[in-house]
């Protein structure tokens, strides 16, 4: 079986990989993070009320496309995840960094001042979801396992009302 090369794994977006090749990147990097002891951290991003929005195509592309401005390290990877959420991953942050990676993204967000005026907040929000989790070798907790958590972590802030972050640094002893 022949690996395909980098560029037929991105998407015309910023170099953002397909939904396919951020589950290779994911798979990779929790084992590279099992052999090298260094974190990986996921977020969740669900733009806020997106039903209710007049202009959802628009939207979607300028959220995405400022997410990948932010994130545009070699490890970092971002990709669509269903119609009004991004998944993305990067690595070999502190917990404190990647919360303030959140912090940043909500800045972002609220920058692009696009107006919203079927929801509450007028404007375009974001809820996120948040982990970071560094891998052992002789692991229990798996990759699945962490987005999954990243998942939960969304809906808790999306049920918050919107606008929000969600995030928890998982750790050997908190399993």
Known sequence: MSRRS??????????????????????????????AQYS??????????????????????????????????????????????ILLMTTELSFKEASLLAQRIHQAIQALALTAPQTSAGQVTVSI??????????????VLDQLSETLKHQQAASDQGGNTSHTRLYSQILK
């Open 129 to 142: 979801g948040h982990t970071t989790y560094t891998p052992a070798q002789e692991d229990d907790f798996g």
């Open 40 to 85: 990986l951290s996921l977020f969740v991003i669900d733009i806020d009320h997106f039903n209710h929005l007049t202009d959802k195509a628009s939207i979607s592309h300028q959220v995405f496309e400022t997410l990948g401005q932010l994130f545009h390290r070699k490890t970092d990877a971002l990709t669509r995840f269903g119609r009004n959420k």
């Open 6 to 35: 980098d560029t037929e794994n991105l998407s015309p977006h910023h170099g953002v990989v397909t939904q396919s090749a951020f589950i290779e990147l994911l798979a990779s990097h929790w084992q590279n993070a099992q052999k």
